[in-house]
């Protein structure tokens, strides 16, 4: 179930960036060229194996014990060294010249004449030295040589053989889970009914209806609610965090005295790869991570419940719960961010709506909710609209004046 929304959010990207949607049978394609990409590096890699084994064993440079690509790898491996070394050698001449240089600069000119003529007199001594040994002793020099090339190669050969080894697992689980992706992808195409990228936004939609329902209960549970609720209908925001957000600070914070340690947690512990913000075919913007509140109106007190939902992975993290007495609130706050600056001057725009709940001890708790919608100035239609935030402003307002004992005690002197 959750590869297909992986699948979603990675084709409305694909959209967003060539403006035409891939057909289904295009991303099972491109899983099928992947699953053949893996499985011929995987049989590469065994052949290789196979042929540094032979080649170790009887250690002759010609065919069939020296193969093409044995051969190919081992110059590649060559290459590689020396571009290590040449880069390490231009490393310290450039130490060397920006020494000199530096000498030159502070009138120690003595210095660096001095420094050049003694890196010039070490260099022809060892070449000095490399050549009388080569006329002196021809026979020595190349046996030496061919037992350094001898265990240059052999030990370069094990290195291989070793990465091999390593590479040979991997590549053996990619290609499982690329074929379990493959007919995952091809059962559930058949079983949801889904042909193109609306069947698919519809399944992607009722998954994510799905994991509120979960959630959901998932308060109930945590918070061990069942026979104490007053209002059956629990409040709930699901409000999606893209990967800008992902940085901010969210730490789960309701007291002022722990703000202290905020700055200890700054990120989501989630993988930046699932923070997905792409917009659908309904015009509606889908998130891979969202943060939820749950909120409970129970025969007493308000519980709520909080996490981060990753609705790619289907789990959450950090995971937060709580419960006021009725009695302990003071003030149900109601905020939002709007704005007249738009490019249509008879268009106000509505971005989010905060609720925040104040104790009898100062503690304000905080509830966003999503409410991205505009509307024209001076429109009747606006006065229809309740936003959910309001809504949810009210139910608590309604419940807290009639479980308040000092509204009820104001009440009974009433009477």
Sequence with gaps: MRFLIKIYFDLLK????????????????????KLHYYEKQLLSARLLILDIDRFLSRPIPIPPFLTKELL????????????????????????????????????????????????????????????????????????????????????K????????????????????????????????????????????ERQVDEYLENDKSRLIQQAKDRLRIEQELIDKNPIISFIGINSREASDSHILITDREIEKIKNRYKELLIDENDFYEEKGLDE???????????????????????????????????????????????????????????????????????????????????????DDRKQKINSNKKLNYVSDINKAAERIRYWLRQRRVDYQMTRDMDK
């Design 157 to 200: 050969l094990q290195n291989v053989r070793y990465w091999c080894d390593k590479k040979i697992p991997m590549l053996e689980v990619l290609c499982q889970q690329t074929q379990n992706e493959i007919e995952s992808l091809e059962e559930q195409m058949i079983n949801a009914g889904i042909y193109d990228i609306s069947d698919l």
């Design 284 to 370: 509606r913007y889908r998130y891979g991570v969202y943060e939820c509140f749950v909120i409970l109106l129970c025969e007493n007190f308000l519980s709520y419940y909080k996490c981060y939902w990753n609705f790619i992975k289907g789990d959450y993290v950090d995971e937060e719960t709580c419960e006021y007495l009725f009695d302990s609130i003071v003030s149900v706050k109601t905020q939002e961010r709007s704005s007249l600056n738009q490019q249509n001057p008879d268009e106000k725009r509505k971005y989010r709506d905060l609720l925040s709940l104040t104790t009898m001890d100062g503690k304000i708790v905080y509830f966003k909710m999503p």
């Design 14 to 33: 694909k959209y967003r960036e060539n403006q035409s949607y891939p057909q289904l049978e295009v991303v099972k394609n491109n899983l099928k060229e």
């Design 72 to 155: 190919s790898t081992f110059l590649n491996e060559i290459y590689i060294d020396l571009k290590q070394i040449i880069s390490k050698l231009t490393f310290i001449l450039n130490a060397l010249e920006k020494t000199i240089l530096i000498y030159i600069r502070t009138n120690k000119t003595w210095l660096a004449i001095f420094l050049s003529v003694l890196v010039f007199i070490i260099l022809l001594l060892l070449a000095a030295i490399l050549t009388f040994f080569i006329k002196k002793s021809p026979v020595i020099f190349i046996i030496i040589t061919t037992i350094i090339i001898s265990i240059y190669v052999y030990k």
